[in-house]
Nanobody, 122 residues
């Protein structure tokens, strides 16, 4: 089965760091762009970051640019989100998600993980 499993969430202080991981299975991971998307309490989904299949291109929401770094290890079928300089407004459930199209086209996200909770509080 196609599956994404996030881990690494938890409690951090403002200014602190966390690294999220997403383990993929059931598809050719190295052929697909991957994404991180988050949902804060009472809010809608917010796209956070995208990385191309071979890691050659990355994109970030303005709200996290300069603080978060997306990366991937195709040999391990894993995508990461390094989160630095955390702010209370980063508190959210973080999902990893697979691009529908292997060429990086605008086809949406077709597989989602269960999410991992990140809470940033003093």
């Amino acid at each position: 089965q196609v599956q994404l499993v996030e881990s690494g969430g938890g409690l951090a202080q403002p200014g602190g760091s966390l690294r999220l991981s997403c383990a993929a299975s059931g598809f050719t991971f190295s052929s697909y762009p991957m994404n991180w998307v988050r949902q804060a309490p009472g809010k809608g989904l917010e796209w956070v970051s995208n990385i191309y299949s071979d890691g050659s291109d990355t994109y970030y929401a303005d709200s996290v640019k300069g603080r978060f770094t997306i990366s991937r290890d195709n040999a391990k079928n894993t995508v990461y989100l390094q989160m630095n300089s955390l702010k209370p407004e980063d508190t959210a459930l973080y999902y990893c998600a697979k691009d529908r199209e292997s060429d990086g086209g605008d086809g949406g996200l077709d597989v989602w993980g269960q999410g991992t909770q990140v809470t940033v509080s003093p």
